[in-house]
């Protein structure tokens, strides 16, 4: 099956075309581990049964895997599905299946906490990824949405230059409406080399803009304000 045959799947250039750049990415974001920290006191996950949407090429999932009891990865694109199907080869309790988030390849009422960051979810048109959500979370359980905040930060500031018709108050509404709450955090790029900040840069946003961001701001570290949204169940 073709990414095209999933229903509601938006290609993502940035993991899509530049996996390994992106791997640099992720190891920049959040050194802290402010995000999961913030998750862990709304709904904690160890000893449950964890779902990662959008996995990518599943840098989350030992993560999730050091506390929770099973963890599931879904992933749209064939490519970062084999390559997280390798990160996780003998890890007990984790698996990758190929799906998307309008359409989740799990039973009702299977995980205790499903996460999504950057993956999917930019207020409407994500309707039917949050109907799946409630479907598959038990009661009890808790779903956590990872957004970027176009209103703060050197990262906020790029992010609403490359998208000048994003409108983060109607994205927040949209999510409030439906139930979920949030929390604004500040996090980092925190980067080794001064190389990897201006690879990542260059797969994040158009060419010109990101000679542009690039040419403006110094150094290895980018402070980066996150939309964290969460909802019980």
């Not at 045959?5 to 390994?20: I, R």
């Amino acid at each position: 099956m073709s990414p095209a045959d999933l229903p509601g799947v938006v290609p993502s250039p940035n993991v899509w075309d530049s996996p390994d750049v992106y791997e640099l990415e992720n190891l920049a974001v959040d050194r802290g581990g402010r995000i999961e920290a913030a998750m862990r006191s709304v709904r904690d996950w160890a000893g449950g049964d964890v779902l990662d949407v959008g996995c990518g090429t599943g840098f989350h999932l030992p993560r999730f895997a050091a506390a929770a009891r099973t963890v599931t990865g879904v992933e749209p694109h064939p490519p970062l599905l084999r390559r997280a199907l390798e990160r996780v080869r003998g890890l007990e309790g984790v698996r990758v299946l190929h799906g998307a988030a309008g359409a989740l390849p799990l039973p009702r009422a299977s995980v205790d906490v499903a996460h999504a960051r950057w993956a999917y979810f930019f207020g409407p048109g994500c309707e039917p990824g949050l109907a799946e959500l409630e479907r598959v979370v038990r009661p009890g359980g808790a779903a956590f949405v990872v957004d970027n905040d176009a209103t703060r930060s050197t990262f906020g500031d790029w992010f609403a230059a490359s998208l000048p018709g994003y409108d983060q108050a109607a994205v927040d509404r949209f999510f409030a409406r439906r139930g979920w709450s949030c929390e604004r955090l500040e996090v980092a790029w925190e980067f080794e080399r001064r190389e990897d900040l201006e690879a990542v840069v260059r797969i994040e946003f158009a060419p010109a803009l990101a000679e542009r961001f690039l040419a403006g701001h110094a150094g290895t570290s980018v402070d980066y304000a996150v939309v964290l949204r969460h909802r019980r169940y």
